[in-house]
């Protein structure tokens, strides 16, 4: 395998950066989501969000970050009215009620994306599961030197900006409001006797999980997206009851499930002699997976293998 400086500055690196600072910002809001036992927030999120984006790009007619992010964001907004709407009127658990609700806003963006000036841009079925990452380029370096040139970091691609500035925001407002998401996540009810107001509190939480979300959504795709917000901090919870440690391992989880998926698929098929490469969203989320069945298995406490061991010592001693 023989990758010139320039092919992997200009092709693998800025989809290097998209893919992890996409698995770093859900990662860390996915903390909050899980210990809230909310999971399926995430997943709800990432479907809604479909048809605010057509709809920002049918209003204004270009691809720029604002519009469709101003679309994506109003269509998160609904959603989350939608789901207590039908939670209320329905009387049907929160679950099922998310379930109808992004399903049904998933298919309304599919069918907006099929109209006639919706197809004048790059979105289609493929793009809104798997995203783009490998059209992500970055024409501007010629060489290793050129990336000690702080001109030459600007100039990189609008998405891995884009990611970069939402890790940013995600990681400042939670370090100022950590003790108030960590108290809400695990007793909203001593929360409200505190004078905190545990809904405003949560309606900030999948605020942030909708940024992450929307800003990772054209890049990584769907699929990677509910991967993410679920996969890193699920696995965290596994070796400790701790927050802040928590919060790292997660981080730590999301950036190494990154990075090496994203290598797995460029580089790993022709590692073993093929002419070819694989979905890089796929690959993380695969990895992302793997990465959580082995740690229900062999995590020292939580394990099913440390259960099992501490059982079968129990009954010994016994």
Known sequence: MNI???TFLSVDLPALLAALFACLSCAL????????????????????????????FLVAGTRDTFPMLAGALTAALVAGVMIELVRRLGRVEA?????????????????????????????????????????????????????????????????????VAV??????????FFKEFTLVSFDPALADTLG???????????????????????????ILVIAMLICPAATARLFTDRMVPQLALSL?????????????????????G?????????????????????SILLAPRYGVLARVTGRVMRGAAA
């Open 196 to 222: 905190l107001k545990s809904g405003l509190v949560q309606h900030v939480i999948v605020a942030l999980a909708a940024l992450a979300a929307i800003a990772a959504f054209e890049a990584v795709g769907s």
């Open 167 to 176: 890790f940013a925001i995600c990681l400042t407002i939670i370090l100022i």
């Open 95 to 163: 679950g099922a009620a998310m379930g109808v609700v992004f399903t049904g806003l998933f298919a309304l963006g599919v069918v907006l994306i099929e109209q006639g000036p919706a197809r004048q841009v790059d979105l289609d079925a493929d793009c809104v599961l798997y995203g783009q990452l490998e059209a992500i380029l970055w024409l501007t370096p010629g060489g290793w030197s050129d990336l000690a040139d702080p001109a030459i970091w600007a100039t990189l691609p609008r998405q891995v900006l884009q990611l």
């Open 252 to 272: 730590l989880v999301g950036g190494v499930t990154g990075v090496g998926g994203y290598g797995l698929a460029a580089f790993g098929p022709s590692l073993l």
């Open 274 to 294: 093929y002419d070819m490469a694989v979905n890089a969203a796929g690959s993380i989320a695969v990895l992302a997976g793997i990465i959580l069945a082995l």
């Open 4 to 6: 010139d400086a320039v």
């Open 29 to 56: 809001v996915g903390n909050f989501l899980v210990l809230r036992r909310q999971s399926l927030m995430g997943d709800a999120i990432s479907h809604a969000v479909l048809p605010g984006i057509v709809a920002g």
